[in-house]
């Protein structure tokens, strides 16, 4: 029985003696086997833990039987353990593991410690050697596509370009350690609901793929680049609007025609690129955003003449309670069932805007298209157009009539 994963063995004297030291985790393979010269197991106390290191193959020995004082497994489902021994007083810390193999391993140290099943019990001969696990795959031709061998669960970065997928292998979910995934040029047409299951990725390239929708896939939280161009897609979904961490997002040539409303949450994001889709107007909510590079060129945008409002015509009026309860439940970003709220109020929360200073509003009857330059939106910007022309069209709910003034000098 063998286990790949990052150890950490810690003394635990060393700090009864005052002395500051960290451990330092390492590569390395842990084994189950038998004591040297013994070819079958006589008792358990032949059964020994080795550590393997590329530093050291022959591993560091422990006893097993009567010097395993705990198991600590509180955190088995992220592949981390830890193996608490006697003599020495040693703490044996698991990270990085495959959960599956780890619970495996951990099944076959308890048959030892309470000396069951050792009919089924399979013990392994030390590595001649220990190679670093494989963190990076790179596969670019369909016959190279491991149908059978499965995926290396070290795995961080993983790139299938160019083999005609037209889905995304569930045996992808299974790689918790995945930070990086590529699965560009390729032809898939839907992804997995549950992408979130991911919980270490924070980039995925999904370029030139067929792509019709991603409005019901969950999105890993800790998402920073996502890579969408070159696919069908008509619109995004809210879900994005709340990811925390997204820096760049890249959606060009796709036939989008609207932005989300709430696109104006990614406080984080810095690139932009919505070039060669079908964009007529940005929410209002979009000046809350503070971006680097922004790339508008080549939308439907809609021809807006220049033509301030009077101040006097914004229509101010005290909000009702409906209005009140609905921008508190936003503003507070409460979560909410049909079961919690009157459906009349489900369906008003609905119908909200957003105001460019970020406030929600409820009321559109003074909303109005206006200009605004690309200048004010980002550091760097592409032209929206071939002929020269410096401003898009922005969609206007103004909240007072401070932002209704404010909304005519952009």
């Excluded at 079958?40 to 550590?51: E, F, P």
């Excluded at 045996?171 to 047409?189: A, C, E, M, V």
């Excluded at 309670?321 to 909410?336: F, P």
């Amino acid at each position: 029985m063998r286990l790949n994963a990052e150890i950490e063995v810690l003394s635990r004297i060393v700090p009864s003696l005052n002395i500051k030291r960290k451990g330092k985790a390492m590569k390395a393979t842990l084994v189950l086997s038998r004591k040297l010269n013994v070819n079958s197991i006589s008792n358990m106390s032949d059964v020994i833990l080795i550590i393997c290191t590329s530093q050291n193959p022959a591993g560091m020995k422990y006893k097993i039987v009567k010097n395993v004082d705990m198991v600590f497994t509180k955190f088995i489902q992220e592949g981390k353990a830890t193996i608490r021994l006697k003599e020495p007083e040693h703490d044996i810390i698991i990270k990085k593991a495959d959960p599956v193999h780890l619970k495996g391993f951990l099944n076959a140290l308890y048959c030892i410690l309470r000396n069951k099943n050792l009919d089924k019990l399979h013990l392994s001969a030390p590595p001649s050697q220990v190679n670093h696990p494989k963190t990076r795959l790179i596969i670019s031709k369909r016959q190279d596509y491991p149908i059978r061998a499965g995926f290396p669960s070290s795995l961080s970065t993983l790139r299938i370009q160019q083999c005609n997928l037209c889905r995304v292998d569930s045996r992808i979910l299974n790689l918790h350690n995945l930070q990086t995934l590529d699965l560009s040029n390729n032809l898939i047409k839907v992804l997995p609901a549950n992408l979130d299951h991911l919980t270490r990725l924070v980039e995925i390239n999904l370029n030139n793929n067929k792509l019709e929708h991603v409005c019901d896939v969950k999105f890993p939280r800790n998402l920073e680049v996502l890579s969408l161009n070159y696919n069908q897609l008509q619109t995004l979904p809210e879900q994005l609007c709340f990811m925390e961490k997204l820096k760049i997002l890249s959606v060009s040539n796709n036939i989008l025609q609207a932005l989300p409303e709430r696109i104006g949450f990614l406080k984080t994001l810095r690139n932009f690129n919505v070039s060669n889709n079908s964009l007529k107007l940005l929410p209002a909510s979009f000046m809350q955003l503070r971006l680097n590079n922004l790339d508008l060129y080549n939308n439907a945008w809609v021809p807006v003449s220049v033509n301030y409002k009077d101040t006097d015509m914004f229509i101010s009026l005290m909000p009702s309670l409906l209005e009140c309860s609905a921008s508190v439940i936003v503003k507070q970003r409460l979560y909410y069932t049909p079961e919690d709220l009157p459906c009349y109020l489900i369906d008003y929360l609905k119908c909200g805007h957003w105001c460019v200073c970020g406030k929600p509003v409820f009321c559109t009857n003074s909303s109005f298209i206006t200009k605004v330059s690309v200048r004010a939106l980002a550091q760097t910007t592409v032209l929206p157009g071939n002929c020269g022309e410096a401003t898009v069209p922005l969609q206007v709910f103004p909240c007072s009539q401070t932002c209704w003034l404010k909304c005519q000098f952009y």
